[in-house]
């Protein structure tokens, strides 16, 4: 199958001009702040800019609801042996799809719009999204293999004024 460029023609122009101003080429793949953000994919956040922080600096790690998943684990030992990380930050954020809302909804809303069974998965929903970010920060802060001494918080970041609310987990 070949690369379905008419789809992506806005995507490959957006590349093609940034690629002519590229000044990333001398940064390694170590967090320069030593910092690693689980976020979610909601494109109203900029982790970036939201933190005051540039391309190098952090690693990003996201996925819908920003769980703190197995895969995330996996990803974060990683980044704490080979990157350079030595404190996460787990920020969820106000008017999350994936809060206040429950498995069995998604599941049943998917289903019924589009004929689509996703019981199969579990997309890691959340009633009480402080007490599930306190459930992430301590899944990460007890994880055995991470190194010694990484620093974990949670804060929920609000997509209507771009203000983090540290949480205390």
């Known amino acids: 199958m070949s690369f379905p460029a008419e789809t992506f023609n806005d995507v490959l122009a957006a590349n093609a001009e940034f690629a002519n101003d590229f000044e990333w080429a001398g940064l390694t793949g170590r967090a320069g702040q030593g910092l690693a953000v689980v976020t979610c994919m909601d494109s109203r956040i900029d982790p970036l800019r939201a933190l005051g922080m540039t391309a190098g600096d952090v690693k990003i790690l996201r996925n819908a609801g920003a769980r703190v998943t197995d895969d995330v684990l996996r990803t974060l030992i990683l980044a704490g042996y080979l990157l350079g990380v030595h404190r996460v930050l787990v920020m969820?954020?106000?008017?999350?799809?994936?809060?206040?809302?429950?498995?069995?909804?998604?599941?049943?809303?998917i289903a019924a719009e589009y004929g689509v069974d996703t019981r199969s998965l579990e997309f890691h929903t959340v009633q009480d999204q402080r007490a599930a970010l306190a459930r992430d920060v301590q899944r990460i802060r007890s994880h055995p293999l991470l190194p010694p001494g990484i620093v974990v918080g949670g804060a929920i970041y609000c997509v209507t004024t771009g203000l983090l609310e540290p949480q205390d987990t």
């Open 92 to 109: 969820p954020h106000t008017d999350c799809r994936m809060a206040g809302t429950s498995e069995v909804a998604i599941h049943e809303g």
